[in-house]
């Protein structure tokens, strides 16, 4: 069972920025692929980005390509989202996941086996 905890939203204006962090409980947290998703009033969970475990990967979705940068720490069990140039549109819930796998790339919410609680990411005009 690997327990994933976010933290780093809040409320920011359009044009700023926000890291968030998750921290899983994963032993072998080398051995997870880690993404992030989001989820806005109304709307079903999407694909943000996500990180392979040895973070010489990445994939992310077209909205936030560009402004948005996945990255990984192992030796701290850690992932972070850096969010630049946030628009209200980026406005949501923001989880963390995470999977146990060697397919490159998971992009699909049913794909990752773990979920952290999320972090509300409010974007301001």
Do not use: H
């Not at 030796?75 to 819930?93: G, I």
């Amino acid at each position: 069972q690997v327990q994933l905890v976010e933290w780093g939203g809040g409320l920011v204006q359009a044009g700023g920025s926000l890291r968030l962090s998750c921290a899983a409980s994963a032993r072998t947290f080398s051995n997870y692929v880690m993404g992030w998703f989001r989820q806005a009033p109304g709307k079903e969970r999407e694909f943000v980005a996500a990180i392979r475990r040895t973070g010489g990967s990445t994939n992310y979705a077209d909205s936030v390509k560009g402004r948005f940068t996945i990255s990984r720490d192992n030796a701290k069990n850690t992932v972070y989202l850096q969010m630049n140039s946030l628009k209200p549109e980026d406005t949501a819930v923001y989880y963390c996941a995470a999977v146990y796998g060697v397919k490159w790339p998971y992009s699909r919410a049913n794909e990752y086996d773990y979920w952290g609680q999320g972090t509300q990411v409010t974007v301001s005009s």
